[in-house]
Structures are given as C-alpha cells and as structure tokens.
C-alpha cells in the first residue's frame, strides 16, 4: 500500500503553503518534520480531504483518492493538532459518539470502545469527563477515537507538543505498536519524538520538501562535519571556521563544551563526533542547506 502524493501545490491567494509536493507514503511511522509554518498542517488537511488543492493529487496505489473518496475516507484515521474532545463528554461517551459518526455498527462500539480505551491506558477512567483529563490524556483518548475504524492510514499532527516527558514516551511507545500494518503520518518539530523511530523522514521548509529518505541517509550528510571541542573561554576566540549548533555546555573545571559543523579541523583540540538528528536540524533550520552530493 502506498500513499502518493503527486505535484501538489495549495495557494491561498499569493501565498503558497505547500509547493508542488512529491513524496511517497509507505507502511511504518513516516515523520513530516519541520518548523512551524513549513506547510505540515496544510498537506495533512489535504491528505484527510479537509483542504482541496489549488494544483495535483493524491492518490492510494494509483488511484486517485477523488474518485474513490468515501472509500478513502473509511480507511483513514486523523488526530488533529488541536483535539480536545467534547469537554462535557466522558471519554466513553465521546467514543460512542465517534463511532457512529464513523458509521461502525452501534453493537461492536461497546468493544472497540473497552479495546482501544485499555490500549491507551484510560479504561480506568472512561467515565470521567474530558475537561477533567491532561494534556496527554486527551492526546491519547485522541488516538484512540482515531483508530475506532482500524484506519489503515492513520494521520497525527504534532502529537506531543505541550506533552510532559513521561507522556511523550508513553505516546512514542503507542504508536510504535501500531506502525506494523498501517501507514502512519507523524507530523512534528520535535526532534526527539521520531527520533530512533521514524522509518522515513520527509523534511519540509518553506512549503517544500528538502529531504525524503532514511534517517541514516539523512545522517550522512553531515558525515565526519560534527565537531567537539572542550576549552576555557580565552580559548573560544581561537576556533575557527565552526558553524556552532547552539550547543554549549559548562563542564565542572569551568571549561565550554563546542559542538559544531566544519570541513576542517576548527581547533587542535577538536574531536570527531557522530551527527545526531539534531544537528542536522539545527544546521539546517538556520538556513544550512544538505549536502546533495554527499555519499
């Protein structure tokens, strides 16, 4: 099963959100990352058919998800950014609610509702109402209603954001599990949320896709251009040629630590380090650009 995405672009009057998008959704967590206005939110709503597009399509093993849209629609799953429920709702009652407006047979939502409440770890609190939840209690519960029709593509936009620690593991662990047979659509600007987890990385700036791929082959990129270098203050004007990654840190014998990008040695007593996810993103957000001809 794969879900394309095929020369789409959305104007809103001179504005472009989104600018002739190619990208290919396969089975397993697929990671939109960008900051905040790269046109993550605008091409989830497309893929949901909230939004149309100004130019494209979309289609789901080439056939074009406009001709087959009620069909489409029943296989889908969405947590959008903002989902908070119905605040008077509990959450039991908000799941039966979803489940007829999703048109699953009023006799199989009892169970489906028990299932994926105990999936979520809320079936101990599924008469309590929604205004009385948490942040990541209501991600969750969210998730939950989400996969009410066994989505086979299940969309979640900045799942974690406003999360504490605790509950972003717990949601990274969630949808994991779920990632075995269905295509997932993670949109987020943490790092760490798809870190170690994403099975393809499709980075967005601008509207556009500046990278589609592994996050091995996104590492590469900055293969042996990651710097570290402990030194006293009087010793940071010495470093040169360092594009610095933000990352400093005061060690105990009042030295910095240096993390950065360079193609040479920037001091002598700069080391060699491995790229992390974050370094990439933090070069390239300040306007660093991939290396295409890395290898």
């Known amino acids: 099963m794969i879900l394309s995405i095929n020369n ?35 091409l989830m709503k497309i893929i949901v058919t909230a939004l149309k597009p100004t130019e494209g399509e979309i289609t789901l093993d080439g056939k074009n998800i406009v001709e087959n849209e009620k069909m489409y629609r029943n296989m889908l799953g969405f947590l959008p950014q903002d ?21 699953i047979p009023y006799k199989e939502i009892p169970s489906k509702t028990n299932e994926l409440l105990k999936l979520v770890f ?6 309590k109402k929604i205004k009385t939840f948490s942040g990541g209690m209501k991600r969750r519960l969210g998730i939950a209603q ?5 989505p086979q593509i299940l969309l979640l936009d ?12 717990r949601f990274r662990n969630i949808v994991s599990n779920l990632s075995k047979d269905k295509i997932i659509i993670l949109s987020t600007h943490i790092i760490s949320d798809i870190e170690h987890m994403a099975d393809n990385l499709i980075v967005m700036k601008k509207g556009k ?12 990129k900055l293969n042996g251009k990651v710097w570290e270098c402990s030194l006293l203050k009087d010793e940071i004007n010495n470093v040169k040629d ?12 009042g030295s910095i630590l240096i993390r950065g990008l360079s193609d040479v040695s920037p001091h002598p007593k700069a080391y060699k380090v491995q790229a992390k996810l ?18």
């Open 158 to 169: 900045e799942p974690t954001a406003g999360l504490d620690p605790k509950e972003r593991i």
């Open 242 to 253: 360092l594009d610095v990654l933000g990352k400093f840190e005061i060690e105990k014998d």
């Open 146 to 150: 989400a996969l009410l029709n066994n």
């Open 209 to 220: 896709v500046s990278f589609e791929g592994s996050q091995e082959e996104i590492l590469k």
């Open 83 to 103: 989902f908070n429920g119905y605040p008077e709702f509990s959450a039991k009652e908000l799941m039966f609610y979803m489940g007829c407006l999703k048109n």
């Open 278 to 295: 974050e370094d990439i993103f933090l070069n390239y957000f300040k306007g660093g650009q991939f290396n295409e001809s890395a290898n």
């Open 122 to 127: 809320l079936l101990d609190v599924q008469n």
């Open 8 to 42: 789409l672009t959305k104007k809103y009057d001179a504005n472009i959100a989104v600018n002739n998008l190619n990208i290919e959704f396969k089975k397993g967590i697929n990671a939109l990352l960008g900051a905040n206005g790269a046109g993550k939110t605008t």
